[in-house]
């Protein structure tokens, strides 16, 4: 899968994402797009997911697959972290 379907959550307002993801869809005609996320913005990744599936493209999208990882890098103090990530993939129907 190509980066161009990819949506990268990061601190933007939320439904920013949302409509990247309703955009990929519906004017770029992908047929899947996959929503990327680490640490603490997990938890709005799974909301957008959900919120454009079911609300946006409901009938019309759903979850594909989630993929959980955790990554190793250095942070800005010089220290050695595992950052947990995400990537849920939606389809078209």
Do not use: C, H, W
């Amino acid at each position: 899968m190509a980066d161009e379907n990819s949506i990268f959550i990061g601190g933007k307002p939320f439904m920013n994402y949302v409509t990247g993801v309703v955009m990929q869809f519906t004017t770029k005609g992908a047929e899947e797009v996959i929503v990327k996320a680490r640490g603490k913005f997990i938890s709005r990744a799974v909301d957008v997911a959900e919120v454009s599936a079911k609300r946006f493209l409901a009938e019309q999208v759903q979850v594909k697959g989630i993929k959980i990882d955790s990554e190793d890098f250095e942070n800005k103090e010089g220290r050695e972290v595992r950052v947990s990530s995400i990537e849920i993939t939606l389809g078209k129907k």
